[in-house]
């Protein structure tokens, strides 16, 4: 059963509330969206359909052409569509007025439907009635913004399988196995005179141990989860002209970095946004590293650094035209406790670089040449074997990625091994139920079956209003 606090929500839930659900900007079509008791009521008193006809008399599921009047002034030609509780995306009684895309002409529409009663939403509030009305659980509320940010087709497959309801599933099934060990123990724990039979014990350690290898499966592909939901932030460095910008515009496939023979043009880091095989790369082309010879080169550096610092993962280059300096061997020393893959670039020049040392100093080494574009994939190939280290998933089938779950899944299983352990250390049956009921807690959190008003607010403040 879902418990929520509703007097500690920041705003009420009686009320009918308002947002544009467009994206801000010039567009074809802008959405003004109404939810609550009042929506229909406040939607008759803004609209005015052929021969008349207002909101509260229309069907439901059903798309209206009409004038939204002000005083009797025309604002604009809009269609009205009427979606009745609880058969909407809220459970309450949906109003949309679809009207030209224009900010002026939607602010002025928002601003009279909340003349006449509605109240502003707070982002993410429909989301939330959706998720409060029973509609559906926290899990499938956090996938809809993981749906709109979704910057690769795996990151959307991965948001919608979460949305269709596939965690959460998942997570229930686990919850039921959890729940039939306790009703056996806490029988037991009622009425002792009743000892618990060995082959009941049995069959309880074997329940655990089947729930916990339910939830190393979830967790194994967590971490690839994560990533195709959030990205990951991945670094180019090296010294001065070594094909940096180079590298950058061919994994970009368009000249984004301005590319010279003139050694420190980048001055500045440029920072980008990559689908590589369904992976978002935030990918960032830094500075040359070097010994820096005034103020600007100085600071050129230290950003270089501090991006290099914050990465998940490295690409230092090489040029494959000339020997390692003192400058490469520094570097080396920087990235040595970092995730890195080492890349021999202008493999098109007669080599002079000795490959023994770079071999010797990292585990991944790709040559390849940025300006001719050639052995690039083998890069993007290493990219992704880091990621899904050797394993590359189907994001249908991947269904953990956000950090919260994975938190809460790592402290059931945390809760479970050590139900496991007081089982075959035969302690009081009191030690594994409460164990056990902590583990279906932090079940219960990742579903929202007992949320705080508090973690409403910080999972919907990252929502859009109109969302």
């Given at each position: 059963?879902?418990w929520?606090?509703?007097?500690?929500?920041?705003?009420?839930?009686?009320?009918?509330?308002?947002?544009?659900?467009?994206?801000?900007?010039?567009?074809?079509?802008?959405i003004?969206?109404?939810?609550?008791?009042?929506?229909?009521?406040?939607?008759?008193?803004v609209?005015?359909?052929?021969?008349?006809?207002?909101p509260?008399g229309?069907?439901?599921?059903?798309?209206?052409?009409?004038?939204?009047?002000?005083?009797?002034?025309?604002?604009?030609?809009?269609?009205?569509?009427?979606?009745?509780?609880p058969?909407?995306?809220?459970?309450e009684?949906?109003?949309?007025?679809n009207?030209?895309?224009?900010?002026?002409?939607?602010r002025?529409?928002?601003?009279?439907?909340?003349?006449?009663?509605?109240?502003?939403?707070?982002?993410?509030?429909?989301?939330?009635?959706?998720?409060?009305?029973?509609?559906?659980?926290?899990?499938?509320?956090?996938?809809?913004?993981?749906?709109?940010?979704?910057?690769?087709?795996?990151?959307?497959?991965?948001?919608?399988?979460?949305?269709?309801?596939?965690?959460s599933?998942?997570?229930?099934?686990?919850?039921?196995?959890l729940?039939?060990?306790?009703?056996?123990?806490?029988?037991?724990?009622?009425?002792?005179?009743?000892?618990?039979?060995?082959?009941?014990?049995?069959g309880?350690?074997?329940?655990?141990?089947?729930?916990?290898?339910?939830?190393?499966?979830?967790?194994?592909n967590?971490?690839?989860?994560?990533?195709?939901?959030?990205?990951?932030h991945?670094?180019?460095?090296?010294?001065?002209?070594?094909?940096?910008?180079?590298?950058?515009?061919?994994?970009?496939?368009?000249?984004?970095?301005?590319?010279?023979?003139?050694a420190?043009t980048?001055?500045?880091?440029?920072?980008?946004?990559?689908?590589?095989?369904?992976?978002?790369?935030?990918?960032?082309?830094?500075?040359?590293?070097?010994?820096?010879?005034?103020l600007?080169?100085?600071?050129?550096?230290?950003?270089?650094?501090?991006?290099?610092?914050?990465?998940?993962?490295?690409?230092?280059?090489?040029?494959?035209?000339?020997?390692?300096?003192?400058?490469?061997?520094?570097?080396?020393?920087?990235?040595?406790?970092?995730?890195?893959?080492?890349?021999?670039?202008?493999?098109?020049?007669?080599?002079?670089?000795?490959k023994?040392?770079?071999?010797?100093?990292?585990?991944?080494?790709v040559?390849?040449?940025?300006k001719?574009?050639?052995?690039?994939?083998?890069?993007?190939?290493?990219?992704?074997?880091?990621?899904?280290?050797?394993?590359?998933?189907?994001?249908?089938?991947?269904?953990?990625?956000?950090?919260?779950?994975?938190?809460?899944?790592?402290?059931?299983?945390?809760?479970?091994?050590?139900?496991?352990?007081?089982?075959?250390?035969?302690?009081?049956?009191?030690?594994?139920?409460?164990?056990?009921?902590?583990?279906?807690?932090?079940?219960?959190?990742?579903?929202?079956?007992?949320?705080?008003?508090?973690?409403?607010?910080?999972?919907?403040?990252?929502?859009?209003?109109g969302?």
């Amino acid at each position: 059963m879902l418990w929520v606090n509703l007097e500690m929500l920041t705003d009420s839930f009686d009320d009918t509330i308002a947002a544009i659900s467009t994206a801000v900007g010039e567009g074809a079509v802008g959405i003004v969206r109404l939810s609550g008791t009042k929506a229909l009521v406040i939607a008759d008193a803004v609209f005015t359909g052929e021969k008349g006809l207002k909101p509260s008399g229309f069907k439901t599921y059903t798309m209206h052409y009409g004038k939204i009047l002000q005083a009797g002034q025309m604002l604009d030609e809009v269609i009205l569509t009427i979606m009745r509780a609880p058969h909407s995306y809220t459970r309450e009684d949906v109003v949309e007025i679809n009207c030209h895309g224009g900010i002026v002409a939607l602010r002025k529409i928002l601003d009279l439907v909340l003349e006449n009663g509605c109240r502003l939403a707070s982002p993410g509030e429909f989301t939330r009635r959706a998720f409060l009305n029973g509609r559906i659980d926290l899990a499938q509320a956090e996938a809809v913004i993981d749906i709109i940010r979704a910057k690769t087709d795996s990151a959307l497959k991965l948001s919608l399988g979460q949305l269709k309801g596939v965690l959460s599933k998942e997570i229930d099934k686990i919850r039921q196995l959890l729940l039939n060990i306790l009703v056996v123990l806490e029988a037991n724990i009622d009425f002792p005179e009743e000892d618990i039979k060995q082959q009941d014990m049995a069959g309880i350690s074997q329940s655990l141990n089947v729930i916990r290898g339910q939830l190393n499966s979830l967790l194994d592909n967590a971490r690839s989860g994560n990533i195709l939901r959030d990205g990951i932030h991945v670094v180019i460095c090296g010294k001065p002209n070594v094909g940096k910008s180079s590298l950058l515009n061919a994994l970009l496939k368009k000249e984004r970095a301005i590319v010279t023979s003139i050694a420190g043009t980048t001055r500045d880091s440029i920072e980008e946004l990559i689908d590589i095989k369904g992976i978002p790369v935030r990918i960032v082309d830094t500075a040359g590293i070097l010994k820096p010879r005034g103020l600007v080169e100085k600071e050129a550096v230290s950003r270089a650094k501090t991006h290099i610092r914050c990465a998940d993962l490295v690409i230092i280059l090489f040029d494959a035209s000339r020997k390692l300096e003192n400058d490469d061997r520094e570097l080396i020393k920087e990235v040595r406790n970092k995730n890195v893959i080492a890349v021999i670039n202008k493999i098109d020049l007669k080599a002079r670089i000795r490959k023994e040392e770079i071999l010797k100093a990292f585990h991944k080494v790709v040559e390849l040449s940025a300006k001719k574009a050639r052995n690039i994939n083998l890069l993007e190939d290493a990219l992704c074997e880091f990621v899904y280290q050797g394993r590359l998933p189907n994001p249908e089938f991947m269904l953990v990625s956000s950090l919260r779950h994975i938190s809460a899944l790592k402290e059931t299983q945390k809760l479970l091994s050590n139900a496991a352990s007081a089982l075959v250390n035969k302690l009081p049956l009191e030690f594994i139920t409460q164990d056990l009921k902590d583990a279906s807690v932090y079940l219960d959190k990742i579903l929202g079956k007992d949320s705080s008003a508090e973690l409403l607010d910080r999972i919907f403040a990252d929502f859009c209003i109109g969302k």
